[in-house]
């Protein structure tokens, strides 16, 4: 078992590496802008004593390392600094809205994920029939629509034309849970058309991959039935593809996240960026990223640790 | 057909066509093939790549592979029509009453479970016996197949066992259900020669014990002699002619079935080194060589190959042979030790060489396929080392590829603007001599050359080399495992294992006794013509010792 | 019972028994199934939704007529080698060909086509369609017919510049990580790593966030996202290469890396190059939509399809599909690529899934 702990701490620790490199890149990112973040944001018509005030309020006279680890260590406890439009703290901007975005990924994560897999094998099993062929055309329709036009379709025709379910996401704090899903549902169903899509696409190929390989013929001339191929031959080897396929597509959701908040006006994260991005509010901005890289490492890190354990070359070493 | 009553058929194929999907049309693979198997026979097919051995060999379970439909023809298992059965059907017997053992062992084995419970898969689906029972038969038949530990073998995990040992748990697993014919689709092909031996015993013994009929499915003739009463020949997609053993052996009747005997008789004249003080064209001096990692895979080599002569450099797989054609060429340097070229040190790093050092020495490949560039046409491939070493142009360049397609016997006007792909594997071989010759070199490293060929094109390829060492006064450096090869080419022999030279000298002086023990071994397993050298050889050996052997 | 639910229905049944006669099973169980089918809907829906099936099924017929003629077309036009591949293209495939065909005759000629100037008022806001203006005006009272014609020359074009740009960058950097290996392959890798770590949408919101919103800002910045993608095709389809014999022979013949790309890999390379090449221009084509639809990406008066989707947003409420259709636009390109590249990797990984 040495073997495997020590692998997964090496891929834990390549982890933290690739979200240490990337907090990096964030916060040296804005240093990058011409001028500096005062001028930036006071523009060209600013006077020296407002843009000399605002750098002295940001400490932009010290060195950019030491603002560096100061920001880390902020951002480690949670504190990303105040934000330059507003003047809030931009953690308490950011935390109702990261659960309010942590909801709507987990609702559509949990309709699609078993859908998708289900399907997938499916596909797989009734592949080159009629069925997979328009399966493949339907799902390639909808990875190739752009979230905003898949909102819109909804809104369309579930809210507009038929009044089934509200447009606009506004959510309050009184809500019942069950209200909160019926006025969540139609940015959740967009996100769970485009990732259904690219799940079952990848989990239909993950599986003939594996039917191609021999101990599965084998399997078949032992006389083995073909449910009992793909549950008990295809399956323990399939975790590890499969495992890849959600996480993927769960980081996936993290970008298609803005733009379906955008459409829904929905309160979460990604609208919060998109207004920072316009407004120049870079403390947020960088929070904001910061979360979203650390969400997507964590979930490839996730996923690449599951493949690991479920490994039965690597579970049971010589 | 004395040995067998035709009261008891057990499976009876007439008239088989089999066609394969390829280029968006059907084409045929199997084109009309009668095959008759008696309860307890053991059927050899022989035949090259591409004459539908396996292909016959899934059918007669009544399998198509993927990619492959059986479109006309009768297959009779034990008085069942397989062809036009259900699958339900079908799928009743595999496992049961015919079983299948695999090529590639580790491939086959599922990596998730252990090789017990993919043994007892069968028999407790069948409910022939139940878990705990299937169990028991497991070790049992673990310990016929002189497995080491059948008490605990099957609890490993396929990665966890050796091939030799994977591909008799394989039979084993085969065997769970004691069917009535098993099919056999190159068990020992993957294996070493040594290793190939336990297996070779393995199988016999237990097809014999149970008295089970087998399909047995091999390009190598030695290996069937040793295990079928019956040979059919194929060719192409149909049958040559079908004999027992002994009968095919001392009389074959086609012309292509005498001339895959013939092969084997080529054989030249062995030279001696030049006794004038010439010095060797290549000298491998102690040379020392680790993978990156720290494994040591060469350790102390040494041996030297003159002007015009043929070094073999025999070992099975893992011996070191291809590391050190690798030190040789400079794509692995030494940790310690050199390589002298006509009595001058070669730099280590092929980089680091000279545009005519790298000249002087030349390789060929094992696989022509990945040898040539597919998207490269041969006027290309050969004219290209004539370009860049002596920098010939225009008209003098098309006349030099034109006479190194002579040399090799290809018609230039045929071949010159053809594309690797368009050729047959022969072709594509001596596209690759050209190359090396292309070159003008003094010394060539010839890999394995003859091992990924039939055996009729193998030959031709080897007289060629031989004409062309007469002619051009090369040296070769010849690698590989295949000892009639050796037998008919090389003038000395330097064989290794693990990473060690173990004896060196001139042929014939290796092929006579005394030798050294892991010669003897290499040289006795062997497979030989004779049926009845298995029989001799587990007779000397003693039975008991066979797995020990294959594990010095 | 109109004449119309009496021909659907007669319809249907008669090409049922067609396809039964004919033994075309795979189509009789369509037909027949969707006879079926049609009695529930027809109970629920009544005559409309029978009528949207009969437009539907008209649709896709006349979609895979017109797929079907521009392949003949092609194959006719095309050389004897080419013409082989093309005979195997399935329809879909046609069509994606045939969507991407009108697109760059539509962007080549937009100013031909195009009845009205780009930013050229007109009208009034919001105006509806009439025989001046086939599908109205927008929100400041341009002709949307003119800017989605137009948005196909812009929206398109700088997808296609950022994804030249990326494409070459990752493919460069691929090619020479396969060749030379060593410490230059592990930094290349890494920095893919790293850059890939970051999702892309909001590396490039952090990136615009920084240097603003003007067009060489966005295809650089676009073009640094997906390289990575190409360069870890690249390296992987190189890689595959670089461990063939013939690389071998020709490293130990003395040969320089270039030689060796230009000459040994790349011809081998060509056929997975191109696919990614398309999936890449969706993906990039997609972002950058994304952006726009942002509000930053390609900035006004210039018409492009994502913002356009923006501005005339709030007419959806009205129940009016207009701003669908520059959103429209973006998916059918897609999707066409998507097809001809689906097809393509099909083809190359000579994948016979029989």
């Given at each position: 078992m040495g073997d495997l702990t020590s692998l997964v701490f090496k891929r834990l620790g390549l982890g933290l590496l690739t979200l240490l490199v990337v907090s990096i890149l964030i916060f040296f990112a804005v240093e990058l802008l011409p001028g500096d973040i005062a001028q930036a944001v006071l523009g060209q018509g600013a006077t020296e004593e407002t843009v000399n005030a605002m750098r002295q309020q940001l400490g932009l006279d010290r060195p950019a390392p030491v603002r560096y680890l100061d920001w880390l260590a902020g951002a480690v406890q949670g504190d990303f600094g105040v934000s330059l439009v507003s003047g809030d703290r931009v953690s308490s901007a950011i935390s109702e809205r990261f659960i309010n975005t942590l909801f709507l990924a987990a609702y559509a994560a949990a309709i699609a994920v078993p859908i998708s897999i289900v399907l997938g094998v499916v596909v797989a099993l009734l592949r080159n029939t009629l069925f997979d062929r328009v399966a493949n055309v339907l799902t390639l329709t909808s990875i190739s629509s752009p979230e905003f036009f898949l909102g819109y379709i909804l809104i369309l025709y579930l809210s507009v034309k038929t009044g089934m379910f509200p447009a606009l996401a506004s959510l309050k704090s009184d809500m019942g849970f069950f209200e909160l899903l019926h006025r969540t549902f139609l940015p959740a169903l967009t996100l769970v058309l485009v990732v259904t899509a690219h799940m079952m696409r990848m989990t239909r190929a993950a599986i003939i991959n594996l039917l191609a390989s021999p101990y599965i013929e084998m399997a078949r001339l032992k006389g083995t039935p073909p449910w009992k191929v793909i549950v008990r031959h295809a399956l323990p080897n399939a975790w590890a593809p499969i495992i890849n396929v959600v996480a993927l597509n769960l980081a996936y959701l993290i970008t298609g996240v803005v733009l379906v908040e955008v459409v829904f006006v929905y309160p979460g994260i990604g609208q919060l960026l998109v207004d920072a991005v316009a407004k120049r509010d870079f403390p947020i901005v960088q929070a904001c990223c910061?979360?979203?890289?650390?969400?997507f490492i964590l979930l490839n890190l996730m996923a690449d640790v599951g493949a690991i354990l479920t490994n039965p070359r690597l579970r049971h070493p010589k | 057909m004395t040995k067998f009553s035709d009261k008891d058929v057990l499976l009876e194929i007439r008239d088989l066509k089999i066609e394969g999907y390829s280029d968006e049309t059907w084409v045929p693979i199997i084109k009309g093939v009668d095959l008759t198997l008696h309860r307890g026979e053991v059927m050899g097919l022989i035949g090259e790549s591409g004459a539908g051995k396996s292909t016959i060999g899934a059918a007669a379970m009544g399998y198509a592979r993927d990619g492959t439909r059986i479109s006309d023809g009768s297959i009779e298992f034990d008085g069942?029509?397989?062809?036009?059965?259900?699958?339900?059907?079908?799928?009743?017997?595999?496992?049961?009453?015919?079983?299948?053992?695999?090529?590639?062992?580790?491939?086959?084995?599922?990596?998730?479970?252990?090789?017990?419970?993919?043994?007892?898969?069968?028999?407790?689906?069948?409910?022939?016996?139940?878990?705990?029972?299937?169990?028991?038969?497991?070790?049992?038949?673990?310990?016929?197949?002189?497995?080491?530990?059948?008490?605990?073998?099957?609890?490993?995990?396929?990665?966890?066992?050796?091939?030799?040992?994977?591909?008799?748990?394989?039979?084993?697993?085969?065997?769970?259900?004691?069917?009535?014919?098993?099919?056999?689709?190159?068990?020992?092909?993957?294996?070493?020669?040594?290793?190939?031996?336990?297996?070779?015993?393995?199988?016999?013994?237990?097809?014999?014990?149970?008295?089970?009929?087998?399909?047995?499915?091999?390009?190598?003739?030695?290996?069937?002699?040793?295990?079928?009463?019956?040979?059919?020949?194929?060719?192409?997609?149909?049958?040559?002619?079908?004999?027992?053993?002994?009968?095919?052996?001392?009389?074959?009747?086609?012309?292509?079935?005498?001339?895959?005997?013939?092969?084997?008789?080529?054989?030249?004249?062995?030279?001696?080194?030049?006794?004038?003080?010439?010095?060797?064209?290549?000298?491998?001096?102690?040379?020392?060589?680790?993978?990156?990692?720290?494994?040591?895979?060469?350790?102390?080599?040494?041996?030297?190959?003159?002007?015009?002569?043929?070094?073999?450099?025999?070992?099975?797989?893992?011996?070191?042979?291809?590391?050190?054609?690798?030190?040789?060429?400079?794509?692995?340097?030494?940790?310690?030790?050199?390589?002298?070229?006509?009595?001058?040190?070669?730099?280590?790093?092929?980089?680091?060489?000279?545009?005519?050092?790298?000249?002087?020495?030349?390789?060929?490949?094992?696989?022509?396929?990945?040898?040539?560039?597919?998207?490269?046409?041969?006027?290309?491939?050969?004219?290209?080392?004539?370009?860049?070493?002596?920098?010939?142009?225009?008209?003098?360049?098309?006349?030099?590829?034109?006479?190194?397609?002579?040399?090799?016997?290809?018609?230039p006007a045929k071949f010159y603007n053809r594309y690797p792909p368009e050729l047959s594997g022969g072709q594509k071989q001596r596209i690759g001599i050209a190359r090396a010759l292309a070159a003008e070199p003094d010394f060539i490293i010839c890999d394995e050359v003859t091992s990924a060929l039939d055996q009729l094109v193998a030959e031709g390829i080897l007289k060629l080399l031989d004409r062309l060492q007469k002619e051009l006064g090369l040296a070769y450096m010849f690698i590989t495992h295949d000892l009639a090869t050796v037998r008919s080419i090389a003038d000395e022999v330097v064989v290794m294992q693990n990473g060690k030279v173990v004896e060196q000298g001139p042929k014939e002086e290796m092929f006579t006794p005394p030798h050294h023990p892991y010669t003897d071994l290499l040289l006795s397993s062997v497979p030989e013509m004779d049926p009845n050298w298995l029989t001799t050889l587990l007779e000397e050996r003693g039975v008991d010792n066979i797995g020990d052997a294959a594990d010095v | 019972?109109?004449?119309?639910?009496?021909?659907?229905?007669?319809?249907?049944?008669?090409?049922?028994?067609?396809?039964?006669?004919?033994?075309?099973?795979?189509?009789?169980?369509?037909?027949?199934?969707?006879?079926?089918?049609?009695?529930?809907?027809?109970?629920?829906?009544?005559?409309?939704?029978?009528?949207?099936?009969?437009?539907?099924?008209?649709?896709?017929?006349?979609?895979?007529?017109?797929?079907?003629?521009?392949?003949?077309?092609?194959?006719?036009?095309?050389?004897?080698?080419?013409?082989?591949?093309?005979?195997?293209?399935?329809?879909?495939?046609?069509?994606?060909?045939?969507?991407?065909?009108?697109?760059?005759?539509?962007?080549?000629?937009?100013?031909?086509?195009?009845?009205?100037?780009?930013?050229?008022?007109?009208?009034?806001?919001?105006?509806?369609?009439?025989?001046?203006?086939?599908?109205?005006?927008?929100?400041?009272?341009?002709?949307?017919?003119?800017?989605?014609?137009?948005?196909?020359?812009?929206?398109?074009?700088?997808?296609?510049?950022?994804?030249?740009?990326?494409?070459?960058?990752?493919?460069?950097?691929?090619?020479?990580?396969?060749?030379?290996?060593?410490?230059?392959?592990?930094?290349?890798?890494?920095?893919?790593?790293?850059?890939?770590?970051?999702?892309?949408?909001?590396?490039?919101?952090?990136?615009?966030?920084?240097?603003?919103?003007?067009?060489?800002?966005?295809?650089?910045?676009?073009?640094?996202?997906?390289?990575?993608?190409?360069?870890?095709?690249?390296?992987?389809?190189?890689?595959?290469?670089?461990?063939?014999?013939?690389?071998?022979?020709?490293?130990?013949?003395?040969?320089?890396?270039?030689?060796?790309?230009?000459?040994?890999?790349?011809?081998?390379?060509?056929?997975?190059?191109?696919?990614?090449?398309?999936?890449e221009f969706c993906f990039v084509f997609l972002l950058i939509a994304g952006l726009s639809f942002l509000g930053l990406g390609i900035q006004p008066p210039t018409a492009d399809w994502g913002s356009m989707v923006r501005e005339n947003a709030t007419l959806i409420s009205f129940g009016d599909i207009t701003p669908l259709i520059p959103a429209a636009a973006i998916a059918l390109l897609t999707v066409a690529v998507n097809f001809v590249v689906d097809w393509m990797l099909f083809r190359s990984s000579g994948l016979k899934e029989q």
């Open positions: 910061l979360i979203f890289a650390a969400t | 069942m029509e397989l062809t036009t059965a259900t699958e339900s059907e079908r799928r009743a017997l595999r496992g049961s009453r015919i079983a299948y053992v695999a090529q590639s062992a580790a491939a086959s084995f599922n990596p998730a479970h252990k090789i017990i419970d993919q043994h007892t898969e069968a028999p407790v689906h069948y409910r022939i016996q139940k878990r705990m029972e299937a169990q028991e038969d497991a070790m049992e038949l673990y310990e016929r197949l002189r497995l080491p530990n059948p008490q605990e073998i099957g609890f490993r995990y396929p990665h966890q066992v050796s091939g030799g040992q994977l591909q008799r748990a394989m039979t084993a697993m085969a065997m769970a259900c004691r069917p009535d014919l098993i099919i056999f689709d190159e068990p020992t092909t993957a294996l070493d020669v040594t290793t190939q031996i336990e297996v070779l015993a393995a199988i016999r013994d237990i097809v014999d014990q149970f008295n089970t009929a087998a399909i047995y499915i091999t390009h190598d003739l030695a290996v069937v002699a040793q295990m079928a009463d019956t040979i059919k020949v194929l060719l192409r997609g149909e049958e040559v002619e079908e004999a027992p053993t002994e009968q095919m052996l001392d009389n074959p009747q086609e012309d292509y079935t005498k001339s895959l005997w013939a092969v084997r008789s080529f054989q030249r004249p062995q030279k001696s080194r030049p006794t004038d003080g010439t010095l060797p064209v290549i000298s491998v001096k102690n040379v020392d060589a680790a993978y990156t990692g720290g494994v040591k895979v060469l350790d102390d080599v040494s041996f030297d190959v003159y002007p015009g002569m043929t070094v073999a450099v025999v070992g099975e797989s893992g011996s070191g042979k291809s590391t050190t054609a690798r030190v040789i060429t400079g794509l692995l340097p030494p940790s310690s030790g050199e390589v002298l070229f006509k009595g001058e040190p070669l730099p280590p790093r092929y980089q680091d060489r000279k545009r005519d050092q790298l000249r002087q020495a030349q390789m060929i490949y094992q696989m022509a396929d990945t040898a040539l560039n597919p998207k490269v046409r041969i006027n290309e491939i050969i004219g290209r080392p004539a370009q860049f070493y002596s920098g010939l142009r225009g008209q003098a360049l098309k006349q030099r590829v034109d006479e190194l397609l002579d040399l090799i016997e290809l018609e | 019972m109109s004449i119309f639910v009496i021909g659907y229905y007669a319809a249907l049944i008669a090409a049922s028994c067609l396809a039964a006669y004919y033994k075309k099973h795979g189509a009789f169980m369509l037909l027949f199934s969707l006879t079926l089918v049609s009695f529930i809907i027809g109970i629920i829906g009544g005559v409309p939704a029978l009528r949207a099936v009969t437009t539907f099924a008209g649709a896709l017929a006349l979609a895979a007529g017109t797929s079907y003629a521009f392949k003949e077309f092609l194959i006719l036009i095309s050389k004897p080698a080419l013409a082989k591949e093309l005979r195997t293209a399935p329809l879909t495939a046609s069509f994606g060909m045939f969507v991407i065909f009108t697109y760059a005759i539509a962007a080549i000629f937009a100013p031909w086509i195009a009845p009205h100037g780009e930013s050229e008022v007109i009208s009034s806001a919001f105006a509806p369609p009439d025989e001046n203006m086939l599908l109205g005006a927008d929100q400041l009272g341009r002709d949307i017919f003119s800017r989605i014609i137009y948005g196909a020359r812009n929206s398109v074009g700088l997808a296609l510049v950022a994804t030249l740009l990326a494409f070459f960058m990752g493919a460069f950097a691929g090619l020479m990580a396969a060749v030379k290996g060593g410490w230059f392959d592990q930094l290349m890798g890494r920095l893919a790593d790293v850059i890939m770590s970051i999702p892309s949408l909001i590396f490039a919101l952090l990136m615009l966030s920084i240097f603003g919103t003007n067009l060489g800002v966005i295809v650089i910045v676009v073009a640094v996202i997906y390289s990575p993608r190409v360069f870890r095709l690249t390296r992987a389809v190189a890689g595959n290469i670089v461990v063939m014999d013939y690389i071998e022979a020709a490293k130990l013949r003395g040969e320089g890396d270039w030689y060796l790309i230009r000459r040994e890999i790349l011809p081998n390379s060509t056929a997975p190059l191109v696919a990614e090449f398309g999936l």
